[in-house]
């Protein structure tokens, strides 16, 4: 009778963790894109090409997301699909049938340091900002920040435990909020991500099939 009980509450808890509200809705970002005096020659250019100007991010309730970006290049990035039970992200390319797949249970990053940086504004709400530093399978200098506000929309951070690169389920255990803020820092280059709408709304669940 223990033991019954005993798994009548293991089944129970991760039920109820597991049916957690999860945020769904999307939100829309600026794109930001430096290049330095290490970068290659037209490499600002190229990192434009690629990424566009702008993204859309997809939330579902499930823990799915996807990453729109917006005017990119003929043959540059549009979709980056994660689907959270798997732990894996699909990569398409604009007027390319081929889909790229990458494990994000494996974290491509290996940590240097991590911790609370300075608060930051945006869409004018006050932001707590986390850094991680780390260095590349190719021995690259990679800092990432990430910025979140409290008056956001919760996330359930358990369904997105499987995605160790970029060390983002840290992240969303720590914010257990979607980030507004995301920048990735090289020697080389700046991407920059900042939010400018936050929508709570139902998704179509088109969004999220890989096409």
Do not use: W
Not at 6 to 13: G, R
Not at 83 to 89: A, E, R
Not at 103 to 128: F, H, P, Q, Y
Request: hydrophobic share 30%; proline share 1%.
């Amino acid at each position: 009778m223990n033991k019954l009980l005993l798994l009548f509450f293991l089944t129970f808890i991760s039920c109820s963790s597991n049916g957690q509200d999860n945020f769904e809705g999307l939100i829309k970002f600026s794109t930001e894109i430096t290049a330095t005096d290490l970068a290659p020659k037209d490499f600002h250019k190229q990192l434009t090409d690629k990424y566009g100007d702008s993204l859309i991010m997809y939330y579902s309730k499930t823990g799915d997301f996807r990453r729109v970006h917006l005017n990119s290049a003929e043959f540059g990035s549009d979709s980056q699909f994660y689907i959270s039970q798997k732990g894996k992200l699909y990569l398409t390319n604009k007027n390319s049938t081929q889909i790229d797949t990458l494990d994000a249970k494996v974290n491509s990053l290996n940590l240097v340091s991590k911790g609370k940086i300075s608060n930051a504004t945006i869409m004018d709400l006050e932001c707590e900002c986390y850094e991680f530093k780390a260095v590349s399978k190719y021995n690259q200098n990679v800092t990432l920040n990430y910025c979140f506000s409290s008056k956001s929309p919760k996330i359930n951070h358990e369904l997105y435990s499987k995605h160790n690169d970029f060390y983002l389920n840290e992240y969303y255990q720590i914010a257990k909020r979607p980030y507004l803020k995301f920048s990735i820092e090289t020697d080389e280059f700046k991407i920059t991500y900042s939010a400018t709408e936050l929508i709570e709304k139902e998704i179509k669940k088109e969004i999220f099939k890989i096409k």
